[in-house]
């Protein structure tokens, strides 16, 4: 069993930033690959960046050059930080671990950006 524990959300300004993050308990999170997700209000869960367990990364459209995707494998957490963002970021924004056939969900962190 993994447990994810989010952090890191809050209100920001359009234009600014914040960093969230993802820490996991146990000692495989090396083997697992970390996605962040966000589900706006009215709207389904979208996928918004995925690192592997190698360190490969992948951004969706919408936050490409914006948002950035690390993790420190020796603190078993994975960051995902937001830059020049935007009122469309706002949702709720969710780490997920998958690998060796399971998955496992935080429980969320809000962002909201308005002025």
């Known amino acids: 069993q993994v447990q994810l524990v989010e952090s890191g959300g809050g209100l920001v300004e359009p234009g600014g930033s914040l960093r969230l993050s993802c820490a996991a308990s146990?000692?495989?999170?090396?083997?697992?690959?970390m996605g962040w997700y966000r589900q706006a209000p009215g709207k389904q869960r979208e996928l918004v960046a995925v690192?592997?367990?190698?360190?490969?990364?992948m951004d969706a459209d919408s936050v490409k050059g914006r948002f950035t995707i690390s993790r420190d494998n020796a603190k078993n957490t994975v960051y995902l930080q937001m830059n020049s963002l935007k009122p469309e970021d706002t949702a709720v924004y969710y780490c997920?671990?998958?690998?060796?056939?399971?998955?496992?969900w935080g429980q969320g962190t809000q962002v909201i950006v308005s002025s």
């Open positions: 146990g000692n495989i999170f090396r083997l697992y690959a």
């Open positions: 997920k671990a998958q690998g060796l056939g399971t998955e496992y």
């Open positions: 690192i592997t367990s190698g360190g490969s990364t």
